[in-house]
């Protein structure tokens, strides 16, 4: 291990205080290892980040010479690890290092960061990835969002989605869902309530043993009810963005007969904005059917290229990843702009392998972005799923090698208008 950091780790006490733990040096994680964060894979802690303890997850520091705990023992009184959420835009390099109790568990389906303390200010491993304006949290859960929601639902009484995104909105402070009520950027429209694919860290629906952070839609909304919220969005919002495929949602693609029934008679009425769908491209037959008429952006949800590792991650039924090949091929021949989400795990995607597969797959594809979205999974639970692999390079050289070897690639965190 090395010497003793700038670096001094974190604990939440029995109070809900946050506090650092001087004379020992902060650790972080990378895969399955316990590291010393690199001075280029932290900053100072985002504006819109949040600082929140671990659930009995025991914190851990670096002496010098030995890893030690920060327990009741060394403190005075019961302790947990501290992490940091990240807002959007923002990309986590290092998760949080921390010791289970006794019996191991899981911790909940979050984007744990990893944080430490120095001269006075709160330091957080993560890199921007993308501009933050639109995503900051100052512009959302605003005094005036209930009064926004209750016009459109007294606009659209009979549309469920609309009341569906209004729970999304005050429930789960959903984003994408608030944007529809506040009539800007993008609005998510979840359409889906079944997938193909049974994905360890789904949100919507448990796979594994830890729940799911929010409940998934348990209808399937009229081509009317689609038709008229894509509809009012596009015609009223500014760099107005409606996607199909949210978190409340299974996979859209499935829903394509009513999906491209709804784009057309939007599309009919209005030409301004953006039509996005968030896919895992698997059902390369819907895929094809929402291109034709006249889909603008697909975001295909990938965890890794290499075909084992998809598979063990997100557990395809009746498609493969070669399907998905193909549904970006045809995207791509359609003149649909193609992302891919991909889920980034600090110790996974960084992998020399992961890199060089990604590195063929997206010029091989003609991929136009990538789009880093934090994985939210317990390590432990993803390490005892997917297989092992190379050397960990670390997320920071990740990006790097992009953005010098495949510079035509735009590198960033979410959707950008189209139109």
């Given at each position: ?5 700038q ?6 006490n029995?109070k809900?205080?946050v ?13 399955s ?5 690199d001075?280029?894979?932290m900053m ?8 929140v303890?671990?659930?009995?997850q025991?914190?851990v520091?670096?002496d010098?010479?030995r890893?030690?705990?920060?327990d009741q ?7 947990q690890?501290v ?6 835009g923002f990309?986590?390099t290092?998760l949080?290092a921390y ?7 899981a ?6 960061t ?8 709160i330091?957080?491993?993560a890199v921007?990835s993308?501009?933050?304006r ?5 512009f959302?859960n605003?005094?005036r969002?209930p009064k ?12 469920r989605?609309v009341?569906q995104l ?9 984003y ?5 009520f506040?009539?800007?950027?993008e609005a ?8 193909n694919?049974?994905?360890?860290g ?7 043993a ?7 839609i348990?209808?399937?909304?009229s081509?009317q009810?689609?038709y008229?919220?894509?509809r009012?969005?596009?015609t009223k919002a ?7 495929g949210?978190?409340?949602e ?6 394509a007969?009513d ?6 008679k939007?599309r009919q009425?209005?030409?301004r904005?953006t039509?996005?769908i ?7 037959k819907?895929i ?7 889909l ?5 949800t990938m965890f890794?290229s290499?075909?084992?590792s998809?598979r063990?991650?997100?557990r ?16 791509r ?6 992302s891919?989400?991909?889920l980034?795990?600090p110790g996974f995607?960084d992998?020399e392998?992961e890199?060089e597969?990604l590195l ?8 136009n972005?990538?789009?880093?979205r934090?994985?939210?999974?317990d ?7 997917v297989p092992k ?5 670390g ?9 010098e070897q495949a510079?035509?690639?735009t590198?960033?965190?979410?959707t950008?208008?189209v139109?």
């Amino acid at each position: 291990m090395p010497e003793v950091n700038q670096w001094q780790p974190l604990y939440a006490n029995n109070k809900g205080e946050v506090l650092e733990y001087p004379g020992f040096s902060m650790l972080a994680r990378s895969g399955s290892e316990w590291v010393e964060p690199d001075p280029t894979e932290m900053m100072p802690l985002p504006n819109g980040a949040t600082l929140v303890a671990i659930p009995n997850q025991i914190p851990v520091g670096w002496d010098g010479q030995r890893v030690r705990i920060i327990d009741q023992a060394s403190t005075g009184t019961s302790t947990q690890a501290v992490a940091a959420l990240l807002p959007q835009g923002f990309t986590r390099t290092l998760l949080p290092a921390y010791v289970y109790p006794e019996a191991l568990q899981a911790v909940p389906i979050l984007g744990y960061t990893a944080v430490g303390f120095r001269d006075g200010n709160i330091w957080v491993a993560a890199v921007q990835s993308d501009e933050h304006r639109k995503w900051h949290p100052r512009f959302y859960n605003t005094e005036r969002l209930p009064k926004r929601i209750y016009r459109l639902l007294k606009k659209y009484p009979d549309n469920r989605i609309v009341r569906q995104l209004a729970n999304c909105s005050l429930r789960y402070s959903c984003y994408t869902a608030q944007n529809l009520f506040y009539g800007r950027w993008e609005a998510g429209i979840p359409t889906m309530n079944t997938c193909n694919a049974d994905c360890l860290g789904c949100i919507s629906e448990s796979h594994i043993a830890v729940d799911s952070p929010q409940q998934r839609i348990d209808f399937r909304p009229s081509v009317q009810e689609i038709y008229e919220l894509g509809r009012e969005h596009l015609t009223k919002a500014r760099e107005g963005i409606i996607s199909f495929g949210q978190g409340c949602e299974g996979e859209p693609a499935l829903n394509a007969e009513d999906l491209a029934q709804a784009i057309r008679k939007i599309r009919q009425d209005t030409d301004r904005g953006t039509i996005n769908i968030n896919s895992n491209a698997g059902y390369t037959k819907g895929i094809k059917k929402l291109c034709q008429v006249g889909l603008d952006a697909l975001r295909v949800t990938m965890f890794s290229s290499r075909e084992e590792s998809y598979r063990c991650y997100h557990r395809p039924r009746n498609y493969s990843l070669k399907d998905v090949i193909n549904s970006i091929c045809y995207a791509r021949q359609s003149e649909v702009v193609v992302s891919l989400n991909l889920l980034v795990f600090p110790g996974f995607t960084d992998r020399e392998d992961e890199i060089e597969s990604l590195l063929a797959f997206v010029r091989k594809y003609g991929v136009n972005m990538i789009q880093l979205r934090n994985l939210n999974i317990d390590a432990e639970l993803l390490f005892h799923n997917v297989p092992k692999g190379g050397e960990a390079l670390g997320i920071k050289n990740f990006i790097s090698t992009f953005q010098e070897q495949a510079p035509e690639i735009t590198i960033g965190s979410y959707t950008h208008p189209v139109r």
